[in-house]
């Protein structure tokens, strides 16, 4: 079994190709289109290669956009297959990361409170 310290190498390596793959426009399926990985993580058997995903379309489009990328994911292993040099490559699996869609709604609490507070400061 490889180390804690090779799995994430390994993780931040499938990380920045894909993200590559994304930004170059490799992958065609317009439902991806605005996709940006947030993060993923490898198990220790290296069976699977969670996923996640996020958009700028947020939440809405997110079954939308995993389809897509579900339908994409032979492409993707066999492509990483071929940049990244494993015995054997992990099955992808993609989940949707709520983060960024929380991330701004705390912020915008914490604008509106800012905002009372200073009225009735």
């Known amino acids: 079994m490889p180390s804690s310290l090779r799995l994430k190498k390994i993780a931040d390596r499938i990380k920045q190709e894909i993200s590559e793959m994304l ?3 490799q992958i ?7 996709v940006f990985i947030t993060d993923v993580t490898v198990d220790r058997e290296l069976y699977f290669a ?11 489009e997110s079954a939308s956009i995993l ?6 994911s032979g492409f993707l292993r066999s492509a990483l ?7 054997t490559f992990p099955k992808l699996r993609f989940f949707w990361d709520e ?4 991330a701004e709604k705390i912020e ?3 604008d509106n409170l800012k905002e009372e507070s200073d009225k009735n400061g």
């Open 81 to 87: 297959a071929d940049r990244i040099e494993l015995r």
């Open 99 to 102: 983060t960024p869609e929380r």
């Open 67 to 72: 389809q897509g990328l579900e339908h994409a």
């Open 23 to 25: 930004v170059t426009g």
């Open 28 to 34: 065609s399926d317009p439902r991806i289109a605005s």
């Open 108 to 110: 915008r609490m914490l």
């Open 50 to 60: 969670n996923i996640y995903v996020s958009s700028l379309e947020g939440l809405e």
